[in-house]
């Protein structure tokens, strides 16, 4: 069968999906906030959250307050990190903010704060999984974040968490401990969406084989599953022999046959899986 190379997209139509991709993402990031997240003052950390609690405490526009913080944090970031964010980073810090000020007349979709948790948090992470598909942010807290972890020998997902915290914690002093819980409760359904918007159900096996009859795995592999395999040499611990480790990765239903047509060619052959949960190349996603 002959295979054609994929020939990739025009730069100027890749702009404009990943442009639309930060407006869209950063409407829903918005409209979650708007309509589940500020109703029940639920600050589930971020600009965001601090937004929500300057609200409640001064009256101060939330939109207003995000752009007085994104847009410095961005000046400062480029000036500290000498990175180039980029045009499209700055576009999602300026535009959340506006998506924001928008869509804050929207009446609140549920009286029940733990719904507004639960969706609102699903909410902002599928809002800002969709940012990040476009290569893309929308600033704040993670930038900060980065500034922070500049100057002190923490890790990057530590500073991101003292953040987070201290901004709960604050909500929780401000409003009570049950809204800092539903924050938690937000933040973490948050977390768990943009994980599934950036992987999404395609989970693929990465299969590891040892065995004695590695020309026939091989072969039956290559032929019966249509998969490509990688030949590694490996060594044992115990017996200190080199051998040939197998690594093939499949889509998750073909593993089932996988492990029949080994255990037929060799039924004392060691198989590990694990779950590869993005996948590029050929048979899989190119991009």
């Known amino acids: ?16 999906i990943e442009y639309t991709l930060i407006f869209i993402g950063s409407f829903f990031v918005a409209t979650a906030f708007n309509v589940f997240l500020l109703p029940h003052e639920i600050a589930s950390g971020g600009v965001a959250g601090i937004s ?22 961005f000046i400062t970031g480029v000036l500290v990190l000498g990175k180039n964010f980029g045009l499209k980073s700055l576009v999602g810090t300026i535009v959340l903010p506006l998506f924001v000020f928008l869509t804050k007349e929207w009446a609140t979709a549920t009286p029940d704060p733990l719904l507004g948790a639960i969706f609102g948090g699903m909410g902002v992470g599928l809002g800002l999984g969709i940012v990040f598909r476009g290569k893309a942010s929308t600033g704040g807290i993670d930038l900060a974040a980065q500034i922070f972890h500049k100057f002190f020998p923490l890790p ?16 929780t002093l401000v409003f009570s401990v049950e809204q800092g ?16 918007v950036q ?10 084989i040892i065995t004695d009859q590695v020309e026939e795995v091989r072969r039956v592999l290559l032929d019966d599953i249509d998969r490509g395999v990688t030949v590694l040499n490996g060594t044992g611990g115990y017996t200190d022999e080199e051998r040939k480790v197998l690594m093939c990765v499949v889509a998750q239903n073909e593993f089932s046959k996988v492990k029949q047509i080994v255990r037929h060619v060799d039924a004392k052959a060691f198989v590990v899986a694990m779950n590869a949960t993005e996948v590029l190349g050929e048979g899989f996603k190119t991009s």
């Open 1 to 16: 069968m002959t295979k054609y190379r994929r020939e990739p997209m025009p730069r100027v139509l890749v702009n404009i």
């Open 52 to 73: 929500t609690i300057t609200k409640s405490l001064f009256g101060w526009e939330p939109s207003l307050v995000q752009w007085l913080i994104n847009i410095p944090l």
């Open 156 to 171: 990057l997902g530590v500073c991101v968490a003292l953040f987070d915290g201290m901004i709960v914690l604050t909500a």
């Open 181 to 196: 819980l539903y924050a938690l409760i937000a933040l973490f359904v948050t977390s768990r969406t943009i994980d599934f």
């Open 199 to 208: 992987v999404g159900l395609n989970t693929s096996k990465n299969v590891m």
